[in-house]
């Protein structure tokens, strides 16, 4: 690929077009090469770097550039100096059947990168979690979500333009968080097919939850604030499912 298609990763749509996406900084590349050693999928990766980075151990096809080019290539504002140029997952035609254990965390027209990077990051911890994603979500292969999940994006099985509406095809048994509902404490919270969080504004929408007849849980506190950020309220969700 050309640099100056590469430059244009940036953008979801030309990220579609050419089938790649950007990961930058040490921490990620390093996350990246471990992922490649059980993805063959990875394996067509190129990996662009500065001089100082030329002799960085890599399995990946490798090109050095001049600072001005990285300075192009990055979407930060102090280049760490190395980038890898990733072709997308086959998310279309990948494997949709629940591997044993594996619980399901659907996001429903989630629109903040650092809120999905979050996630994608406390679901890879804990392991034996699913991420589906509704249409009008953000995209998960955008640089700030990327970032932000620091390397779990190569590690949690994801789905995108899930519709609401398909769920009861796929699973029997849905919660969702509310103010009014039981304490997630409760073990009942732990035998759900699928968790259900909603738009950081909006919710998930009060007609689907009657259709899919979810049942509500809330997280127990103090009541000083109105909610939890939604980050926030799959991560304790997902370590109480976990314990």
């Given at each position: 690929?050309?640099?100056?298609?590469?430059?244009?990763?940036?953008?979801?749509?030309?990220?579609?077009?050419?089938?790649?996406?950007?990961?930058?900084?040490?921490?990620?590349?390093?996350?990246?090469?471990?992922?490649?050693?059980?993805?063959?999928?990875?394996?067509?990766?190129?990996?662009?770097?500065?001089?100082?980075?030329?002799?960085?151990?890599?399995?990946?096809?490798?090109?050095?550039?001049?600072k001005k080019?990285?300075?192009?290539?990055?979407?930060t504002?102090?280049?760490?100096?190395?980038?890898?140029?990733?072709?997308?997952?086959?998310l279309?035609?990948?494997?949709?059947?629940?591997?044993?254990?594996?619980?399901?965390?659907?996001?429903h027209?989630?629109?903040?990168?650092?809120?999905?990077?979050?996630i994608?990051?406390?679901?890879?911890?804990?392991?034996?979690f699913?991420?589906?994603?509704?249409?009008?979500?953000?995209d998960?292969?955008?640089?700030?979500?990327?970032?932000?999940?620091?390397?779990?994006?190569?590690?949690?099985?994801?789905?995108?333009?899930?519709?609401?509406?398909?769920?009861?095809?796929?699973?029997e048994?849905f919660?969702?968080?509310?103010?009014?509902?039981?304490?997630i404490?409760?073990?009942?919270?732990?035998?759900?097919?699928?968790?259900?969080?909603?738009?950081?504004?909006?919710?998930?929408?009060?007609?689907?939850?009657?259709?899919?007849?979810?049942?509500?849980?809330?997280?127990?506190?103090?009541?000083?604030?109105?909610?939890?950020?939604?980050?926030?309220?799959?991560?304790?969700?997902a370590?109480?499912?976990?314990?």
């Amino acid at each position: 690929m050309k640099l100056d298609d590469v430059k244009k990763l940036h953008q979801k749509k030309y990220r579609n077009q050419l089938g790649h996406y950007l990961v930058e900084g040490e921490h990620l590349i390093l996350e990246l090469q471990k992922a490649e050693s059980g993805n063959q999928s990875l394996s067509s990766t190129r990996l662009y770097v500065t001089e100082e980075y030329q002799d960085w151990q890599t399995p990946f096809e490798k090109q050095v550039v001049s600072k001005k080019q990285m300075a192009q290539l990055s979407d930060t504002k102090t280049p760490q100096g190395i980038i890898a140029c990733v072709p997308l997952p086959d998310l279309e035609n990948s494997q949709r059947v629940l591997q044993v254990g594996e619980r399901c965390i659907y996001l429903h027209e989630v629109q903040d990168p650092g809120n999905l990077g979050t996630i994608l990051r406390t679901l890879a911890w804990f392991g034996d979690f699913r991420l589906l994603l509704s249409p009008n979500s953000v995209d998960p292969f955008n640089p700030k979500v990327v970032r932000s999940s620091m390397g779990a994006i190569f590690h949690v099985p994801m789905e995108l333009d899930v519709q609401l509406e398909d769920l009861p095809n796929r699973f029997e048994r849905f919660a969702y968080l509310d103010m009014e509902g039981e304490l997630i404490g409760n073990p009942a919270f732990n035998e759900f097919n699928c968790y259900l969080f909603g738009n950081e504004a909006r919710g998930v929408p009060r007609e689907a939850l009657s259709a899919l007849n979810a049942q509500a849980f809330t997280i127990a506190g103090a009541g000083a604030i109105e909610s939890l950020n939604l980050a926030m309220a799959v991560n304790i969700s997902a370590y109480q499912l976990s314990v």
